[in-house]
């Protein structure tokens, strides 16, 4: 891999949905430095193509020795703009540490956020265009992170924030890169993506290796359709009752929300419980 440049740009606009949300927090002194946003763009060997990640740096890195826990967030050119406001906003309000926040961005989400669905899914739509989850997790693992722990001051924490698809590569990432992530926060996830199986997998994964340990924030609109989706209810029962004893589990229900919004206080609900105590 290689690093062809960083350089600070402001990336984006405060967002409006994250104003009306934050309302509780209105007398909070909340502002960052555009200037504490980077961008990165990456020559993957891995993927074979360009990669952009933007970077946001807590107020005051520059004068100080701190390491600073990361947080990965998938589809970070939708994204990283509010999740960067959130973390802001809790640790100046003293319910999460300050962190480097590093927005992934791809350039085929189907492809990089999927397994490769079985002939038998009843996914035909999908066969072709799907399948490239373990290459985007080894990017991930040994070119994005080993640019990121280089080039600034971590400290091996690392939480992974994942919507819809994302939240199905969160999941998947537990069994398949198990030392990459400590937390991760799955927001609506696709969890019946090939009929369950990532679900089942990572079950079968945590039975055979009861001394895993992570901390899981999980997030959904709800769950109406159980018949339609009982990987979903599955997943869910088994975390809640039959864990291994070293996992954090928390899950919440918004069912005002939406699929489309239920991402935005879930990841900040995630932060918030995923840096608790």
């Known amino acids: 891999m290689k690093l062809l440049h960083y350089r600070l740009q402001g990336l984006f606009s405060s967002s409006l949905a994250l104003s009306f949300f934050f309302a509780s927090y ?3 002194q909340y502002v ?15 993927l074979k193509e360009t990669c952009k990640a933007f970077v946001y740096l807590p107020e005051n890195y520059q004068n100080s020795s701190e390491k600073y826990p990361v947080v990965y967030i ?63 997790l080894e990017y991930l693992e040994k070119e994005l992170k080993p640019g990121i722990d280089k080039k600034y001051r971590t400290q091996g924490y690392n939480v992974l924030i994942g919507h819809s698809t ?3 590569l969160a999941f998947y990432s537990l069994y398949k890169k198990p ?6 926060v ?27 340990s992570c901390k899981i924030f999980e997030c959904r609109k709800d769950i109406k359709i159980p018949v339609r989706f009982p990987v979903n209810v599955a997943l869910i029962d088994y975390l809640k009752d039959k864990r291994p004893k070293g996992i954090e589990y928390e899950y919440l229900e918004l069912p005002e929300e939406t699929h489309g919004t239920v991402v935005f206080p879930g990841t900040y609900y995630g932060l918030k419980y995923i840096f608790k105590n």
């Not at 030392?179 to 991760?184: D, K, P, T, W």
């Open 26 to 28: 209105a007398n909070a």
């Open 179 to 184: 030392n990459l992530f400590q937390a991760i």
């Open 74 to 136: 998938l589809d970070g050119e939708y994204y990283f703009s509010f999740t960067t406001e959130a973390s802001v906003l809790l640790s100046q309000n003293r319910l999460a540490p300050n962190c480097i926040l590093v927005g992934i961005t791809t350039n085929n989400r189907e492809r990089d956020f999927t397994p490769k669905a079985d002939e038998d899914s009843g996914q035909s739509q999908d066969l072709n265009a799907s399948g490239g989850a373990d290459n985007f």
């Open 32 to 46: 960052y430095s555009k200037s504490d946003l980077n961008e990165i763009i990456l020559e993957s060997k891995i």
């Open 186 to 212: 799955p927001i609506d996830a696709s969890t019946w993506w090939n009929k369950g199986k990532i679900g089942s997998e990572l079950i079968d994964f945590l039975n055979i290796h009861p001394e895993f």
């Open 166 to 168: 994302g939240g199905l």
